[in-house]
């Protein structure tokens, strides 16, 4: 396989782990199907690799997935995981770091400047991982953060207002990233989880300034720039299903 169609495998691989991971949670909170949003999505990249490597995936057709004209994550969930199986086997030999994924969509984010923002930013996070730019990584993820947070206290800036973890003076726009986090956290108690990791992302992202790195002494290494991402990665996970 060459570089060009082993990079487009590798962004497919990113896709299906994302979706792998979307079905999981539906499985997980019990819900009986796709919502079709999310579903439209899945289908679409799917039925793009089938057509880019008709003879390496496995046989996909969307009516084996459903039942009562319902789309079951967990017979998404099962094709995914034989085609993640196979495509890792193909891609066994690439270069180590180019299959960093996964690929996440932001097709959740109502404002669309915002999400212009975020679909710029993720691809070169992803880039700056591949390369191991740590500082990048940590600087990126930051911002991806407080933009997709950003986006889902602007839907209601009534209820985020109220919040009793707002500050007392301005809206979302005007809050700093932790507080951003404590209020989404207040909003959806199942950002927990971010709020509980976030210390990373929240003191790393001011290396920016090169005197807060100075005084500061924090370690920038590999691992605390897939903490950023794996934060990140909780953010999308939660905020991207209805």
Known sequence: ????????????????????????????????????????????????????????????????????????????????????????????DAPRGEVIGPTLTFSFITDVKLRAIVERDYPELLTAFSASCKKSCLILAGGLIETVLLDFLLQDVAAARAATKAPAKGGPQDW???????????????????????????????????????????????EEARMAISVLQIVHRELSIP
């Open 1 to 92: 396989m060459d570089e060009l169609n082993r990079k487009r495998l590798g962004r497919y691989y990113r896709a299906f782990k994302s979706f792998i991971s979307q079905a999981t949670d539906l499985i997980d909170k019990k819900w009986p199907c796709v919502p079709e949003e999310t579903f439209r999505q899945m289908d679409a990249e799917i039925r793009s690799a089938m057509a880019d490597f008709e003879n390496l995936l496995p046989a996909y057709d969307d009516a084996d997935l459903q039942d009562d004209g319902l789309f079951k994550p967990d017979a998404i969930r099962a094709w995914l995981n034989r085609a993640i199986a196979v495509i890792e086997a193909e891609l066994d």
């Open 176 to 222: 700093s990233l932790e507080q951003l986090i404590d209020v989404s956290v207040e909003l959806k108690p199942t950002l927990l989880p971010v709020q509980r990791m976030s210390h990373t992302v929240r003191q790393y992202r001011n290396l920016v300034h090169p005197m807060v790195e100075l005084k500061s002494n924090m370690q920038v290494a590999i």
